[in-house]
């Protein structure tokens, strides 16, 4: 009986560990969200690792390349705090250890546009951030 309660202690302790290290990690997607939805260009650079590479859909160009912060510089001239109509949906999300993948629609309903965003994700100094992210525009 004893052991029997140990492993269940254990496998409940796995479980709720790996919750929130899944939470954790839907955490950073979620200021990256909410940074590029209302146009907060310091959520959207905490979010990533500085050194970061985002590879981006450019229509007529086969790889385009930014940094977080030039990405970010995208939303400054807007009016910070206002929903721009971005909707972002995390559809999953794959972590071992410290790495994590992690899969985002976007929505942007003005033109009509829909993105996948494929997520690279590490955890550095206890937090997790983004350290790569590729992004395809979906065609109807």
């Not at 492993?7 to 990256?32: G, N, P």
């Not at 050194?51 to 086969?62: G, I, S, T």
């Not at 790889?63 to 910070?80: C, G, N, S, V």
């Amino acid at each position: 009986m004893k052991r029997y309660i140990l492993l269940l202690i254990t496998l409940v302790s796995f479980q709720m560990k790996a919750q929130s290290e899944t939470e954790a990690i839907k955490a950073t997607l979620q200021t990256y969200l909410d940074g590029s939805s209302y146009n907060d260009p310091e959520k959207i650079v905490s979010a990533f690792y500085e050194e970061a590479d985002l590879f981006l859909h450019k229509e007529d160009e086969e790889l385009f390349i930014m940094t977080p912060a030039e990405y970010a510089a995208l939303f400054a001239k807007r009016e910070k705090g206002t929903f721009n109509g971005r909707e972002g949906t995390i559809l999953n999300v794959d972590y071992d250890l410290d790495i994590a993948t992690a899969k985002v629609e976007i929505y942007i309903p003005k033109p009509n546009l829909r993105f996948v965003d494929i997520f690279l994700l590490k955890k550095l100094n206890g937090k997790w951030k983004i350290i790569s992210k590729a992004a395809t525009l979906l065609k109807d």
